[in-house]
């Protein structure tokens, strides 16, 4: 079946570092979006991206939708306190009607 | 409101029992979503509904119905609740076009 697998799975980082993770596919997909979860809450659309080689800023993040068009890159920048929480790419699932296929998600915590 | 509201915000159920949650946007987005979060599995698509009038199965529809009358409104029921279905839930909503979904706070259900 479609999966979307995301690495790492957790990662410790110190505050003002970059973070960056990815998200690879079995499949091409023409849509590629980075949602971020904080505790207790639930997921918020931070980035999408339309079309292969596009890069993407929003604020201190960066997404690159990959030229294969099976990955996916994110990158914090200058990570502060509140970039803590689970990070999830996902794309359009392979059984259509709109559906998403998830990542199971990077766990980011940032150490003061 | 804006956005999606879900009701309850969590809730401990006796095993056998029914439930129905709640799910509530006002987006007008025609299609809508019901997921479920575990820890280490992510999230799962329960069933979801491209427009008022149809729904489909996701990934884990097993004891779970939804039901679109109109819109705005996609309540899921446990009609006879287990220990296994303790989970967090989400709905969400997208608007066809982008296929950028949009998730609600959760709800937090304890069967017991």
């Known amino acids: 079946g479609q999966q979307l697998n995301q690495s790492p799975q957790s990662m410790f980082i110190q505050e003002g570092e970059d973070v960056s993770m990815n998200c690879t596919s079995s499949?091409?997909?023409?849509?590629w979006l980075w949602y971020k979860q904080d505790p207790g809450e639930g997921p918020v659309l931070l980035i999408a991206?339309?079309?292969?080689?596009e890069l993407t800023s929003n604020g201190r993040l960066t997404a690159q939708f990959g030229i294969t068009r099976k990955d996916s890159f994110l990158n914090i920048s200058a990570s502060i306190p509140s970039d803590v929480g689970i990070y999830f790419c996902?794309?359009?699932?392979?059984?259509?009607?709109?559906?998403?296929?998830f990542g199971k998600g990077n766990q980011v915590v940032v150490i003061p | 409101i804006a956005g999606i509201t879900q009701a309850p915000t969590s809730q401990i159920l006796a095993a056998g029992r029914r439930m129905t949650l709640r799910c509530t946007q006002d987006m007008r987005h025609n299609a809508m979503y019901w997921y479920r979060q575990d820890l280490g599995l992510g999230l799962r698509l329960i069933h979801y509904s491209n427009t008022a009038g149809t729904t489909g199965k996701g990934e884990v529809p097993d004891g779970y119905s939804v039901s679109r009358a109109n819109t705005d409104d996609f309540p899921l029921t446990l009609a006879s609740a287990v220990p296994s279905q303790t989970s967090v839930y989400f709905c969400?909503?997208?608007?066809?076009?982008?296929?950028?979904?949009?998730f609600g706070p959760g709800t937090r259900l304890t069967v017991l």
């Open positions: 969400a909503s997208s608007d066809q076009g982008t296929g950028e979904q949009f």
């Open positions: 996902a794309g359009p699932s392979l059984g259509g009607n709109n559906r998403l296929a």
């Open positions: 991206l339309y079309k292969a080689g």
């Open positions: 499949s091409i997909f023409n849509t």
